[in-house]
């Protein structure tokens, strides 16, 4: 047996004790030198981690984003009490809550959903989502999520950072900050909008926090253009840009010489940097022209209904597919799930720019190899409630709702949880969005309770010191 199969087999050393200790130590000294690029290129200090706790069962995370809050009732978490109640307030068995819209004794608001049990696992799936239906037996659904959040901005910043408040990291940035980025021309954690209106919170909630400003999420704008002044002018040559590179970050390094600690500064010259590989790598990353027509037409960016999710959908997998560890895609950038009235319109319109889009990334990840190690999420901030709003709308519902998970390692074809008989509670194994988080970094082999980021000598921690794991969804 090798020195490096016997040093793998010993449980308790990580990969970087294997490289510290196999072969004279020389695999240290390369991995100093990986260190030594990160910190370069994020212009900050390298995370502690960046190698797994763990072997984890998925490489990257594509997180999809129903801005404003899906109705769960609708579409992965059929109740057909609602309907027989409908026009009635919840019964007295189910407990009163706070509704930002005070709708707690309204009457119910039917769905006008019909459902059909979707693949050998026979997962029930609305109409709203029929070609999603056809993955159910890759997808596991957890129906019992809870939040803090009665509001889109609190929700959506917990949502993505793990508090009702600003000022944490997102958790594109923890995992940036834990694993690092597998592409050096690339950004390690991109944010996909499909329309010009940012989400509650603004780009806070795919912000650095308190950490190095090096691991925020970089936005790539909505159309055919996604990164601007990309190209430099031909008169330029590559030779002339990194030499005006090079004198503008030295006069930045002796300005920072000056002013140790500034985050901002250092993610400026990093951002130099970047952008100049971006100039020679992100225009192939970017160019969905060299996809297949029929490409186009599964993604559905021949229809304008699915046309703006289609593409970037089709980014996100070109972009994991280069090494971007972390890929959040907006549907609705701007709380357009935020149905308080006329939900048929809203959702029909939402839900139709979503499943062909969805069904389409998940087939063309399988049938790359990709899906067994990209973990995709769905969901919003939170569900909505059984009562009616205006007579045709439901109010925000964070006391129980629906998210699913496919590929990475998931088990497919379970559901997680439940909700009461009217989609009301999680009434059985609640699952907090710490939790959430705490399993989407898992399947990244990182332990929530050791990804630590110390602030004035305070260790803080991606879940906020709560949550668990939720082991099922792994089978």
């Known amino acids: 047996m090798s020195q490096i199969d016997s040093l793998h087999r010993q449980h308790l050393l990580s990969r970087r004790d294997v490289l510290s200790r196999a072969g004279a130590g020389f695999g240290a000294i390369a991995l100093a030198g990986m260190f030594a690029e990160e910190q370069n290129l994020l212009g900050a200090p390298a995370s502690p981690l960046l190698l797994p706790h763990k072997a984890g069962t998925a490489r990257n995370v594509i997180f999809l984003f129903m801005d404003g809050g899906p109705s769960h009732l609708d579409t992965f978490d059929p109740k057909p009490l609602v309907n027989e109640y409908a026009g009635k307030p919840l019964p007295p068995s189910i407990k009163r809550v706070i509704t930002p819209m005070g709708v707690t004794e309204n009457g119910l608001l039917a769905s006008k959903r019909t459902w059909k049990n979707c693949g050998q696992s026979g997962l029930p799936v609305s109409d709203w989502y029929p070609r999603v239906g056809e993955w159910m037996d890759d997808i596991c659904v957890i129906r019992s999520c809870t939040s803090d959040a009665l509001n889109h901005v609190g929700g959506v910043t917990q949502m993505n950072t793990g508090s009702i408040f600003g000022g944490r990291p997102s958790l594109g940035a923890w995992v940036h900050y834990g694993l690092g980025s597998e592409n050096r021309n690339l950004p390690g954690y991109v944010v996909l909008l499909d329309g010009d209106r940012e989400p509650p919170g603004g780009n806070r909630v795919w912000g650095a926090g308190f950490m190095s400003a090096g691991h925020q999420g970089t936005k790539f704008l909505p159309g055919d253009h996604p990164i601007l002044h990309l190209s430099s002018p031909a008169e330029i040559s590559d030779l002339r840009q990194r030499r005006k590179l090079n004198y503008i970050n030295q006069i930045n390094r002796d300005h920072l010489a000056r002013r140790p600690g500034d ?143 496919a590929g990475g390692g998931v088990k497919g074809g379970q559901i997680i949880g439940a909700t009461d008989d009217f989609g009301m509670h999680a009434v059985s194994r609640p699952v907090h969005v710490h939790s959430l988080h705490a399993t989407i970094l898992a399947a990244l082999g990182l332990d929530h309770t050791e990804v630590i980021y110390r602030l004035q000598g305070r260790p803080e921690r991606p879940t906020v010191n709560e949550g668990e794991v939720i082991d099922e969804v792994f089978g």
């Not at 992100?282 to 029929?294: D, G, H, M, T, Y």
């Not at 960016?301 to 970037?312: C, M, P, S, V, Y």
């Not at 979503?354 to 973990?375: H, N, V, Y």
Request: hydrophobic content about 35%; glycine content about 10%.
């Open 263 to 405: 985050s901002e500064l250092e993610a400026r010259i990093a951002s130099y940097e970047l952008a100049f590989q971006m100039q020679a790598h992100a225009p192939e990353a970017v160019n969905l022209a060299e996809e297949s027509q029929a490409t186009h037409e599964a993604y559905g960016l021949n229809q304008k209904r699915t046309q703006a999710f289609g593409k970037n959908c089709l980014l996100a997998r070109r972009l994991i597919e280069r090494g971007v560890r972390f890929v959040q895609v907006y549907s609705g950038s701007g709380s357009r799930w935020d149905a308080h009235a006329k939900i048929e319109q809203n959702h029909t319109e939402l839900c139709g720019a979503t499943d062909q889009p969805i069904a389409a990334l998940l087939q063309d990840l399988k049938q790359r190899g990709l899906l067994e190690e990209t973990l995709v999420v769905w969901g919003g901030e939170f569900g909505r409630t059984p009562m009616s709003e205006k007579g045709d709308g439901r109010d925000h519902n964070p006391y129980g709702f629906t998210m699913w998970l």
